[in-house]
């Protein structure tokens, strides 16, 4: 049952492990200096931000405490993004509610929309996370530990598709950082054990 240090100091011991690995991986498969490091230090940090993340369900966790303000940026990010990035499926969303009756732009009805769910999850996000959060409950599991992996994965091939140098994170660099991540959540749970 490790407290925050602990799951702090694990989790950098195994992120500092992890990016030397990864970093002779990425180089024997013959990536550049620049590409080893950032795949490296993308992995090491992803280790150590997983080895924190299961405690995100304690009430006086440094993790839980920051995040109601990271799940408020998300939510308004979430929004944004979707609006900038994907304005097509905001007037596809538009265009359902106009099949309601409701009269306007397919575009402006699809904000609206957004900016409503946006203000209800705000709204109601915290108490719905307090009461379906326990300490040492679904985020301490193999499902949560699978859950992250994938969310890591996904996010690193769409940060990947961005190109620049974000690119190098694109196919077996973006599983390197999702296995980090899932690892990350290990550490914590052997921490804990």
């Known amino acids: 049952m490790g407290n925050f240090d602990e799951h702090l100091n694990a989790g950098k011991a195994a992120g500092l492990l992890a990016a030397v690995v990864v970093g002779f991986l990425v180089l024997d498969r013959g990536g550049g200096i620049g590409e080893t490091i950032i795949v490296a230090a993308g992995v090491g940090g992803v280790l150590v931000v997983g080895s924190l993340l299961p405690d995100v369900d304690h009430q006086a966790s440094k993790p839980r405490q920051a995040a109601g303000s990271l799940g408020t940026l998300t939510v ?21 509610v106009s099949t309601l009756g409701v009269g306007g732009s397919p575009s402006t009805l699809g904000i609206g929309v957004l900016v409503i769910g946006a203000v209800v999850l705000l709204a109601t996000g915290g108490d719905t996370f307090d009461s379906l959060t326990t300490h040492r409950g679904f985020t301490h599991s ?16 769409q940060l990947a598709s961005l190109g620049g ?10 599983v390197l950082v999702a296995g980090a991540a899932a690892a990350g959540v290990l550490v914590h749970l052997a921490v804990d054990s």
Request: charged content about 5%; proline content about 4%.
């Open 76 to 96: 308004v990010g979430g929004v944004i993004g979707l609006v900038v990035f994907a304005p097509d499926s905001v007037a596809l969303l538009g265009g359902l």
């Open 142 to 157: 193999l499902p949560f530990v699978a859950l992250v992996g994938l969310t890591a994965l996904v996010a690193t091939q």
């Open 165 to 174: 140098v974000l690119g190098v994170f694109e196919g077996q660099n973006g």
